[in-house]
């Protein structure tokens, strides 16, 4: 079973960036996505962004595309999500899950880290 850890949110102003990362406790095969979603208290659990371990392309929500970075460092088995230009309305929990590429459901992923809270001041 693959454990994954996030790490990297905090408290920002909004326009700051914050840069999280997600290391998975083995490498995960190549045709894994790991994705990136987040959730805010009584709202679902919603896709941000995503990329698959070994070749494709990174896909991202309508909402973050422009904002959001997804990429990895293989050599560190790490996965990270750089944001930009943050705004209220991005503040949540962030959590890195393994899943199906191409998807942007939370029911095609699973192996759900802990969480990292991510909160954007006005």
């Known amino acids: 079973q693959v454990q994954l850890v996030e790490s990297g949110g905090g408290l920002v102003q909004a326009g700051g960036s914050l840069r999280l990362s997600c290391t998975p406790s083995r490498r995960t095969f190549s045709v894994d996505a790991l994705g990136w979603f987040r959730q805010s208290p009584g709202k679902e659990r919603n896709f941000v962004a995503a990329?698959?371990?070994?070749?494709?392309?990174?896909y991202y929500a309508d909402s973050v595309k422009g904002r959001f970075t997804v990429s990895r460092d293989n050599a560190k088995n790490t996965v990270y999500l750089q944001m930009n230009s943050l705004e209220p309305e991005d503040t949540a929990v962030y959590y890195c899950?393994?899943?199906?590429?191409?998807?942007?459901?939370?029911?095609?992923?699973?192996?759900w880290g802990q969480g990292t809270q991510v909160t954007v001041s006005s």
């Open positions: 990329l698959r371990w070994n070749g494709g392309s990174p």
């Open positions: 899950g393994r899943g199906k590429y191409g998807s942007k459901s939370v029911a095609d992923f699973g192996s």
